[in-house]
């Protein structure tokens, strides 16, 4: 007999995809000047001038992908 909590369903999938993402987002605001860092106005990189900005919202960002990926581990068990 098959038991229901071993199938992989859409939503699984999508949950682990996003966590993923998120967490990779963070990565990408803390430690590269690609977000906040670009003045598109004048068209040139300037001083990074937002370092604490992109540090607290990369912490987040990364701690909200934890988050979700403890989510998919409690409710997969």
Sequence with gaps: MSDNNNKITFRTIWSVIMAILYI???YLIMFT???LKYNFRD???QV???LIVRY???V???GYGLFRAYRVY???K
């Design 60 to 62: 987040g960002i990364i």
């Design 48 to 50: 990074d001038d937002f």
């Design 56 to 58: 607290i919202l990369g």
């Design 24 to 26: 990779a987002m963070g």
């Design 33 to 35: 000047g690609l977000i």
């Design 43 to 45: 068209n040139d990189p």
């Design 74 to 76: 409690k409710f997969r």
